[in-house]
C-alpha cells in the first residue's frame, strides 16, 4: 500500500505543481495621442503564446509567469509600435497604461470632412490609398475616384471615367491650377499607357461630381484637382511589379530654398494582354518623367517649374481570335485570322511655371504660364478572315459545343494612317483675398490652341464574295461587271489646320454668417465668362452654392448648389465622321444647368466614426453633340444639336468599418437621355442632319425624345475596403469592388436614335493581400546594414478579376451576304495575379 501511495504522489506531482506555478497580472489602458482609448491594440509577448487585446475601453488584462524577464510589445496597425520590458512577482498586479502614437504606416482617412463648412460637396482623397490599392490599367489616382458615388468606368484598362451621365470629355482635372489634356487619337484601354497624375506626388486631392464653384473650368460634370507636395525632408520610394516600375525621390536644400520632387514610372501590360481573347504579339510599352521644383526667393515670393514628358507606344500583330457569343437558343462562334500589324505613338509633354506672391496673410497672387504639346500617330492595316458558325447547345449530343453550322464567311481590311499634332499655350492669372469674413476669388485665363490633323482611314468588309456595302445593280445583273465600283465603309478623309484663341475669366466670393442661434450659413456666389475662338461667340455662367449647420445638430450640413456650366470644344466635338469640320457658324458651346440638393451627417457607430453623404441632382442638357462609344473612343455627329437631361440619387457611406483604416461603399442610381433632330422623307424613312447638309430631300422634320445617351447607366455600385488581420497588423487585405448596369449600344453605323440596346452589366472585383516586411520600429542589429534606410517596405500579392467576370469593352460587327450583322463581344481582361514590391526610403 505505501508503495502505490507514492506512485501515486509521483505522478500528480507535476500536475500539482502545474496547478501552483507562480503568475502575476500585467494590466492597464491604452489611448492615443489625443487621450482616446484604443480598442483591438495588440499586447504580446515575442515569441510566445502570451497574448491579449484591448476592449472598446482600451483596457487589457495579460496574465504571465512570474520571476521571468518578458518583452510586452503594444501594436495597432497605423500607429508606433512600444515595448516594456516586465518582470512580475509571484501574484503581483502591476498597472502599465500605454499612449500610442500615429505613424506614416498608416493609411490616413481616404476622406475627411474640412473644418470649414463649404458650400459645395467636395470629396478629399489621400493618395496614400493608392499605394497598396490592387490596379491592372493605368492605376493610380482615377481607381479610387471610380469608386466615388456618381462615378462609373466599365474598363479596368483605362483611367476614364464617366459621372453622372457626362463622357469622359466632360471631367476637368488640374495639377497645381494648371489644366491637364489628354492623347487624342487613343481608341482602346490597351493603348492609353499612363495618367498624368503621379500619386506618389501629390499631397491634396480634391473631386467634386458636379455643382462646383466658379473658380474651377467650363466643363459639364466633374472637377478633379491636385496638388503637388512641397517637400520637408529627403525622401524617396521604389515600386516594382509584374506590369513595371515607379520610382520617385524628394527633399529640400540645406537652407530650404529649393525643394524637388522627381517621379519616373514605366509600364508594360504585355502579360495582360497576352491573355485576351485575340492571340498575337502585343509589344506595349509606357513610360513617363515628371518633375516640381520650387524656389523660395522670399517668405513671401516663390517660383515653381513643373515639367512632364511621356512616350507611350503600342504595337499589336494578330494572329487569331476565337470569341462564343448568343444565347442557349442560339450560340455562335467567331474565328478570326488575321494578318497585318497596328502601331501607335502618343508622344506629349508639359512644361508650366508659376510665380507666387503673397505680400501679406489675407492676399494671394499667382501667374501661370504654361505649354502642353502631343505629337501622335495611329497607324494599321489589318486583315481579318472571319468564319460564323453555329453552336450545338443540346446537352444530349456528341456535337454539344461544336460549330453545326456555317453562318458566314468574310473578310475584312482596316487601314489608318493618322497623325495629330496640338500645342496648347496658356497664361494664367489668379488671385485671392480674404475680408471680413469673406474670401474673394478672381481670376483670367489667355488660351491659344494650335492643331494639326491629318486623317485617312477606311474599312473594307467582303463577305461572300462580295463587298459591303454594295450597289443591288452593280451585282444582280451588272452592265459592266468589270466596271463595278468598290464601296469603302467608315471612310475619313481630311487635313485640318487650327489655330484658336480663347479667354475666359470669373469672379467669386463666399461668407460665412452665424446667426444668434449659432447656425453656421455659407454662401458662395460667382460668374464665369468665356469667349471661343471658333465661332468668335462668348458665354457667361453665374454659380452659386449654399451650405447651412444647423445649431440644433453640429453633426449635419445641408448644401445646395447649381448654375450654369458651358463647355467649349476642344477639337473632337467639331470634327466629323468623315475628318471635315462643322461651320463655325452651326459650332456652339455645350450648356448644363445644374442644381445639386445634398446633406452629410456624422455619426458615431461601435464607437467610431463614419460620414453618410447624400445628393440629389438634375441636369438640364442644350446644345450638346451626340455621340458614340466604342471602346473609349468618342465619335461626335458634330453637325447635329440635341437637349437632353441627367438625373440622379448618389450615396455614399464613410468611416473605420474596421477600426483605424477607413473604407467606403457608394451607391449612384442615375438616368440620362437626349432628344435629337431628325427629318423624314416622303417615303416615310428618316434622315439625319447630315443627309440633309449632303443635299437629301425631306417632307417634314421630328424630334426624338429620350434617347439614352451612350453614359446611361442607371445603377452602379462600389466598395473599396480595407482590412487586417487580427493579432498581426502589418498584413493588410485592399478590396475594390465595382458593379454597373449595362450601357447602350448600337449597331455599326446606325443612328443615334437606334442605339438602344443594352450591354451586359460590369461586374469587378480587385483584391490585394499586402505584408509589411520592413516597417518604421524593424530594428537591425548590425548598424551597417542597408536596410535600415529603408522606413517601409511591403510585398503584395494582387488577384484581378477575382470573380473571373467576362466584361465587355465593346461589340465587333460582323455581316454576311444578307447585310445581317452580328455583334460579337470584344472581352476585357480575366483573372490574373501581379506580384508588387514597394519600398519607401
Same mark, same amino acid.
Given at each position: 500500500?505505501?508503495?502505490?501511495? @507514492? &506512485?501515486?504522489?509521483?505522478?500528480?506531482?507535476?500536475?500539482?505543481? /502545474?496547478?501552483?506555478?507562480?503568475?502575476?497580472?500585467?494590466?492597464?489602458?491604452?489611448?492615443?495621442?489625443?487621450?482616446?482609448?484604443?480598442?483591438?491594440?495588440?499586447?504580446?509577448?515575442?515569441?510566445?503564446?502570451?497574448?491579449?487585446?484591448?476592449?472598446?475601453?482600451?483596457?487589457?488584462?495579460?496574465?504571465?509567469?512570474?520571476?521571468?524577464?518578458?518583452?510586452?510589445? =503594444?501594436?495597432?496597425?497605423?500607429?508606433?509600435?512600444?515595448?516594456?520590458?516586465?518582470?512580475?512577482?509571484?501574484?503581483?498586479?502591476?498597472?502599465?497604461?500605454?499612449?500610442?502614437?500615429?505613424?506614416?504606416?498608416? !493609411?490616413?482617412?481616404?476622406?475627411?470632412?474640412?473644418?470649414?463648412?463649404?458650400?459645395?460637396?467636395?470629396?478629399?482623397?489621400?493618395?496614400?490609398?493608392?499605394?497598396?490599392?490592387?490596379?491592372?490599367?493605368?492605376?493610380?489616382?482615377?481607381? @479610387?475616384?471610380?469608386?466615388?458615388?456618381?462615378?462609373?468606368?466599365?474598363?479596368?484598362?483605362?483611367?476614364?471615367?464617366?459621372?453622372?451621365?457626362?463622357?469622359?470629355?466632360?471631367? !476637368?482635372?488640374?495639377?497645381?491650377?494648371?489644366?491637364?489634356?489628354?492623347?487624342?487619337?487613343?481608341?482602346?484601354?490597351?493603348?492609353?499607357? !499612363?495618367?498624368?497624375?503621379?500619386?506618389?506626388?501629390?499631397?491634396?486631392?480634391?473631386?467634386?461630381?458636379?455643382?462646383?464653384?466658379?473658380?474651377?473650368?467650363?466643363?459639364?460634370?466633374?472637377?478633379?484637382?491636385?496638388?503637388?507636395?512641397?517637400?520637408?525632408?529627403?525622401?524617396?520610394?521604389?515600386?516594382?511589379?509584374?506590369?513595371?516600375?515607379?520610382?520617385?525621390?524628394?527633399?529640400?536644400?540645406?537652407?530650404?530654398?529649393?525643394? =524637388?520632387?522627381?517621379?519616373?514610372?514605366?509600364?508594360?501590360?504585355?502579360?495582360?494582354?497576352?491573355?485576351?481573347?485575340?492571340?498575337?504579339?502585343?509589344?506595349?510599352? /509606357?513610360?513617363?518623367?515628371?518633375?516640381?521644383?520650387?524656389?523660395?526667393?522670399?517668405?513671401?515670393?516663390?517660383?515653381?517649374?513643373?515639367?512632364?514628358?511621356?512616350?507611350?507606344?503600342?504595337?499589336?500583330?494578330?494572329?487569331?481570335?476565337?470569341?462564343? /457569343?448568343?444565347?442557349?437558343?442560339?450560340?455562335?462562334?467567331?474565328?478570326?485570322?488575321?494578318?497585318?500589324?497596328?502601331?501607335?505613338?502618343?508622344?506629349?509633354? !508639359?512644361?508650366?511655371?508659376?510665380?507666387?506672391?503673397?505680400?501679406?496673410?489675407?492676399?494671394?497672387?499667382?501667374?501661370?504660364?504654361?505649354?502642353?504639346?502631343?505629337?501622335?500617330?495611329?497607324?494599321?492595316?489589318?486583315?481579318?478572315?472571319?468564319?460564323?458558325?453555329?453552336?450545338?447547345?443540346?446537352?444530349?449530343?456528341?456535337?454539344?459545343?461544336?460549330?453545326?453550322?456555317?453562318?458566314?464567311?468574310?473578310? =475584312?481590311?482596316?487601314?489608318?494612317?493618322?497623325?495629330?499634332?496640338?500645342?496648347?499655350?496658356?497664361?494664367?492669372?489668379?488671385?485671392?483675398?480674404?475680408?471680413?469674413?469673406?474670401?474673394?476669388?478672381?481670376?483670367?485665363?489667355?488660351?491659344?490652341?494650335?492643331?494639326?490633323?491629318?486623317?485617312?482611314?477606311?474599312?473594307?468588309?467582303?463577305?461572300?464574295?462580295?463587298?459591303?456595302?454594295?450597289?443591288?445593280?452593280?451585282?444582280?445583273?451588272?452592265?459592266?461587271?468589270?466596271?463595278?465600283?468598290?464601296?469603302?465603309?467608315?471612310?475619313?478623309?481630311?487635313?485640318?489646320?487650327?489655330?484658336?484663341?480663347?479667354?475666359?475669366? *470669373?469672379?467669386?466670393?463666399?461668407?460665412?454668417?452665424?446667426?444668434?442661434?449659432?447656425?453656421?450659413?455659407?454662401?458662395?456666389?460667382?460668374?464665369?465668362?468665356?469667349?471661343?475662338?471658333? %465661332?468668335?461667340?462668348?458665354?457667361?455662367?453665374?454659380?452659386?452654392?449654399?451650405?447651412?449647420?444647423?445649431?440644433?445638430?453640429? %453633426?449635419?450640413?445641408?448644401?445646395?448648389?447649381?448654375?450654369?456650366?458651358?463647355?467649349?470644344?476642344?477639337?473632337?466635338?467639331?470634327?466629323?465622321?468623315?475628318?471635315?469640320?462643322?461651320?463655325?457658324?452651326?459650332?456652339?458651346?455645350?450648356?448644363?444647368?445644374?442644381?445639386?440638393?445634398?446633406?452629410?451627417?456624422?455619426?458615431?457607430?461601435?464607437?467610431?466614426?463614419?460620414?453618410?453623404?447624400?445628393?440629389?441632382?438634375?441636369?438640364?442638357?442644350?446644345?450638346?453633340?451626340?455621340?458614340?462609344?466604342?471602346?473609349?473612343?468618342?465619335? =461626335?455627329?458634330?453637325?447635329?444639336?440635341?437637349?437632353?437631361?441627367?438625373?440622379?440619387?448618389?450615396?455614399?457611406?464613410?468611416?473605420? *468599418?474596421?477600426?483605424?483604416?477607413?473604407?467606403?461603399?457608394?451607391?449612384?442610381?442615375?438616368?440620362?437621355?437626349?432628344?435629337?433632330?431628325?427629318?423624314?422623307?416622303?417615303?416615310?424613312?428618316?434622315?439625319?442632319?447630315?443627309? &440633309? %447638309?449632303?443635299?437629301?430631300?425631306?417632307?417634314?422634320?421630328?424630334?426624338?425624345?429620350?434617347?439614352?445617351?451612350?453614359?446611361?447607366?442607371?445603377?452602379?455600385?462600389?466598395?473599396?475596403?480595407?482590412?487586417?488581420?487580427?493579432?498581426?497588423?502589418?498584413?493588410?487585405? %485592399?478590396?475594390?469592388?465595382?458593379?454597373?448596369?449595362?450601357?447602350?449600344?448600337?449597331?455599326?453605323?446606325?443612328?443615334?436614335?437606334?442605339?438602344?440596346?443594352?450591354?451586359?452589366?460590369?461586374?469587378?472585383?480587385?483584391?490585394?493581400?499586402?505584408?509589411?516586411?520592413?516597417?518604421?520600429?524593424?530594428?537591425?542589429?548590425?548598424?551597417?546594414?542597408?536596410?535600415?534606410?529603408?522606413?517601409?517596405?511591403?510585398?503584395?500579392?494582387?488577384?484581378?478579376?477575382?470573380?473571373?467576370?467576362?466584361?465587355?469593352?465593346?461589340?465587333?460587327?460582323?455581316?454576311?451576304?444578307?447585310?445581317?450583322?452580328?455583334?460579337?463581344?470584344?472581352?476585357?481582361?480575366?483573372?490574373?495575379?501581379?506580384?508588387?514590391?514597394?519600398?519607401?526610403?
Amino acid at each position: 500500500m505505501k508503495f502505490k501511495l @507514492l &506512485v501515486i504522489i509521483m505522478i500528480l506531482l507535476p500536475f500539482f505543481a /502545474f496547478g501552483q506555478k507562480n503568475e502575476g497580472i500585467l494590466y492597464g489602458r491604452i489611448t492615443d495621442g489625443d487621450g482616446k482609448a484604443l480598442e483591438y491594440v495588440n499586447v504580446a509577448v515575442i515569441d510566445s503564446p502570451y497574448g491579449v487585446v484591448s476592449d472598446s475601453r482600451g483596457e487589457y488584462s495579460l496574465t504571465l509567469p512570474a520571476d521571468v524577464t518578458l518583452e510586452v510589445v =503594444y501594436s495597432f496597425v497605423g500607429y508606433e509600435q512600444k515595448s516594456v520590458s516586465v518582470r512580475l512577482r509571484n501574484k503581483e498586479r502591476r498597472k502599465q497604461d500605454m499612449r500610442l502614437s500615429v505613424t506614416s504606416t498608416m !493609411l490616413e482617412e481616404a476622406t475627411v470632412s474640412d473644418q470649414a463648412v463649404k458650400s459645395e460637396t467636395v470629396t478629399r482623397l489621400n493618395a496614400r490609398e493608392t499605394v497598396l490599392l490592387p490596379s491592372s490599367g493605368s492605376g493610380g489616382i482615377e481607381d @479610387l475616384v471610380k469608386t466615388l458615388p456618381g462615378v462609373s468606368s466599365t474598363n479596368e484598362l483605362s483611367s476614364q471615367y464617366n459621372v453622372r451621365g457626362g463622357n469622359f470629355d466632360e471631367n !476637368l482635372i488640374y495639377v497645381n491650377g494648371i489644366e491637364i489634356y489628354k492623347p487624342f487619337l487613343v481608341g482602346s484601354g490597351q493603348q492609353e499607357g !499612363l495618367s498624368f497624375i503621379n500619386s506618389r506626388l501629390i499631397s491634396n486631392i480634391e473631386f467634386s461630381a458636379g455643382g462646383y464653384a466658379a473658380e474651377y473650368g467650363d466643363k459639364m460634370s466633374s472637377v478633379l484637382d491636385i496638388t503637388y507636395k512641397k517637400p520637408t525632408k529627403t525622401a524617396g520610394s521604389v515600386t516594382l511589379s509584374m506590369l513595371g516600375a515607379d520610382v520617385h525621390a524628394e527633399g529640400r536644400t540645406a537652407r530650404n530654398k529649393i525643394s =524637388y520632387l522627381i517621379g519616373a514610372r514605366y509600364k508594360n501590360t504585355k502579360y495582360i494582354l497576352g491573355k485576351m481573347e485575340t492571340k498575337g504579339v502585343y509589344q506595349p510599352n /509606357f513610360i513617363d518623367v515628371q518633375g516640381l521644383m520650387t524656389y523660395n526667393i522670399t517668405p513671401k515670393f516663390e517660383i515653381s517649374a513643373l515639367g512632364y514628358y511621356s512616350r507611350n507606344s503600342y504595337t499589336m500583330v494578330p494572329e487569331t481570335r476565337e470569341t462564343d /457569343f448568343g444565347n442557349l437558343q442560339a450560340s455562335y462562334r467567331l474565328k478570326v485570322y488575321f494578318d497585318g500589324k497596328e502601331a501607335s505613338h502618343y508622344n506629349t509633354g !508639359l512644361g508650366a511655371v508659376t510665380f507666387n506672391y503673397s505680400p501679406n496673410e489675407d492676399l494671394n497672387l499667382k501667374l501661370i504660364g504654361s505649354m502642353y504639346s502631343a505629337s501622335e500617330s495611329e497607324t494599321f492595316d489589318i486583315q481579318g478572315q472571319y468564319w460564323i458558325g453555329l453552336l450545338e447547345t443540346t446537352n444530349s449530343t456528341e456535337q454539344e459545343g461544336d460549330v453545326v453550322t456555317n453562318q458566314g464567311v468574310g473578310t =475584312y481590311i482596316e487601314h489608318a494612317r493618322n497623325y495629330f499634332y496640338s500645342r496648347v499655350a496658356s497664361i494664367d492669372h489668379k488671385g485671392a483675398y480674404n475680408h471680413n469674413g469673406s474670401t474673394l476669388k478672381w481670376g483670367v485665363r489667355y488660351q491659344h490652341q494650335a492643331i494639326d490633323d491629318i486623317i485617312r482611314e477606311w474599312e473594307m468588309v467582303d463577305s461572300t464574295g462580295f463587298t459591303l456595302p454594295h450597289s443591288t445593280d452593280s451585282i444582280l445583273n451588272p452592265s459592266n461587271p468589270m466596271q463595278t465600283p468598290l464601296e469603302l465603309k467608315n471612310v475619313a478623309n481630311g487635313h485640318n489646320i487650327l489655330h484658336i484663341n480663347n479667354v475666359d475669366a *470669373f469672379i467669386q466670393d463666399s461668407w460665412q454668417i452665424e446667426n444668434e442661434k449659432d447656425d453656421i450659413f455659407v454662401i458662395t456666389a460667382g460668374l464665369r465668362a468665356n469667349y471661343w475662338g471658333y %465661332n468668335k461667340k462668348a458665354d457667361v455662367s453665374p454659380r452659386v452654392g449654399f451650405a447651412m449647420k444647423p445649431h440644433w445638430n453640429r %453633426n449635419m450640413v445641408f448644401r445646395l448648389s447649381g448654375g450654369v456650366y458651358v463647355q467649349q470644344p476642344f477639337y473632337r466635338e467639331i470634327r466629323m465622321f468623315d475628318g471635315s469640320l462643322v461651320d463655325p457658324d452651326n459650332a456652339s458651346s455645350q450648356k448644363s444647368y445644374q442644381v445639386v440638393l445634398g446633406h452629410e451627417f456624422n455619426f458615431m457607430a461601435w464607437d467610431r466614426p463614419f460620414v453618410l453623404t447624400s445628393e440629389i441632382y438634375y441636369k438640364y442638357l442644350k446644345d450638346i453633340v451626340p455621340y458614340e462609344v466604342d471602346n473609349i473612343r468618342i465619335r =461626335y455627329f458634330a453637325d447635329q444639336k440635341a437637349t437632353g437631361y441627367a438625373t440622379g440619387i448618389d450615396l455614399k457611406i464613410n468611416g473605420e *468599418f474596421v477600426k483605424g483604416i477607413d473604407s467606403w461603399a457608394s451607391l449612384s442610381v442615375m438616368k440620362t437621355a437626349e432628344n435629337i433632330k431628325y427629318y423624314v422623307a416622303a417615303d416615310g424613312s428618316v434622315l439625319s442632319q447630315t443627309d &440633309v %447638309n449632303n443635299g437629301a430631300d425631306f417632307d417634314h422634320d421630328t424630334i426624338i425624345n429620350g434617347i439614352p445617351r451612350p453614359s446611361d447607366q442607371r445603377v452602379n455600385f462600389a466598395i473599396f475596403f480595407q482590412d487586417y488581420i487580427p493579432f498581426i497588423p502589418s498584413f493588410r487585405v %485592399n478590396l475594390k469592388l465595382i458593379f454597373g448596369t449595362g450601357l447602350p449600344f448600337g449597331a455599326s453605323n446606325s443612328e443615334r436614335y437606334q442605339q438602344t440596346m443594352r450591354m451586359s452589366p460590369y461586374r469587378r472585383v480587385d483584391i490585394g493581400f499586402s505584408k509589411q516586411l520592413i516597417g518604421e520600429n524593424t530594428k537591425f542589429r548590425n548598424p551597417k546594414n542597408p536596410l535600415r534606410y529603408i522606413d517601409n517596405c511591403w510585398l503584395s500579392l494582387e488577384v484581378f478579376n477575382l470573380l473571373g467576370v467576362n466584361n465587355v469593352s465593346s461589340y465587333m460587327w460582323v455581316t454576311d451576304v444578307y447585310n445581317i450583322q452580328y455583334a460579337v463581344p470584344n472581352y476585357l481582361t480575366g483573372r490574373q495575379l501581379n506580384l508588387k514590391l514597394i519600398v519607401e526610403f
